[in-house]
């Protein structure tokens, strides 16, 4: 039973280059989060889809970070430009929506903007 | 004031102890709390999940939650090396027609043989 794969799970570049996350849900699952932990913040919820479509992207901190998710398989979340202050983890978790079911979590992408 | 705070700990222990790891919370709309295990470079995985307030054991952990006093805990019977981690609680409510779920900064715990 496959969990949630997010790739890659470790990205190094330089300030002010485009990055691109990929998140594949727990198939079946209809909704998908994608959230950044950092030490002194915790973990945020960044854009939160269901059934494919963006319902809440109030925590996307600026307009270089955007999100998509073409199909019930894939998601990608882009920074364009990067900055060094986007060095994090970001995780994407899915969940089935039926009311009250919980969130499972891939293992993350490490980060770093240099 | 955040909506749920937990002690970042460090929490160190012996072998064979009992943990108590607690979280508060001050939204009453919360309906679903949930215990998070996250490893080191893993992502959080889900421990115990409930609704009600109450216990509900799972093997060596148990969850209680006091809505009355918005605090819930998670305890850890005979704990073991491998039970090192940071624990994240979670809180849910239903906002908008979807369910958001807050989570705590999580405390690490280290269990030493």
């Known amino acids: 039973d496959a969990g949630v794969i997010q790739s890659p799970r470790h990205e190094v570049t330089e300030m002010g280059q485009e990055v691109t996350l990929r998140c594949k849900p727990i198939?079946?699952?209809?909704?998908l989060f994608w959230y950044r932990q950092t030490m002194m913040r915790g973990l945020e919820l960044l854009i939160y889809?269901?059934?494919?479509?963006?319902?809440?992207d109030s925590g996307m901190p600026e307009d270089r970070f955007s999100a998509k998710m073409p199909n019930a398989s894939f998601s990608t979340l882009k920074i364009q430009p990067s900055e060094p202050r986007d060095s994090a983890v970001y995780f994407c978790?899915?969940?089935?929506?039926?009311?009250?079911?919980?969130?499972?979590f891939g293992d993350g992408t490490r980060l770093s903007i240099l | 004031q955040k909506e749920v705070e937990q002690d970042p700990g460090p929490l160190s222990v012996p072998e064979g102890a009992i943990v108590s790891l607690n979280c508060t919370y001050s939204?009453?709309?919360?309906?679903?709390f949930m215990w998070y295990r996250q490893y080191s470079r893993k992502g959080p995985e889900l421990l115990m999940y409930?609704?009600?307030?109450g216990n509900k054991e799972d093997g060596r952990f148990t969850a209680q939650v006091d809505k009355s006093s918005k605090y819930i805990s998670l305890f850890i019977r005979d704990s073991q090396p491998s039970d090192s981690a940071t624990y994240l609680c979670?809180?849910?409510?239903?906002?908008?027609?979807?369910?958001?779920?807050?989570f705590g900064t999580g405390t690490k715990l280290q269990v030493i043989p």
């Open positions: 889809f269901n059934n494919n479509v963006p319902i809440d």
């Open positions: 979670a809180m849910s409510s239903y906002s908008g027609g979807y369910q958001k779920v807050t």
């Open positions: 409930t609704y009600s307030s």
């Open positions: 978790a899915s969940r089935n929506r039926d009311r009250g079911q919980p969130q499972h």
């Open positions: 939204n009453s709309a919360f309906q679903y």
């Open positions: 198939s079946g699952h209809n909704s």
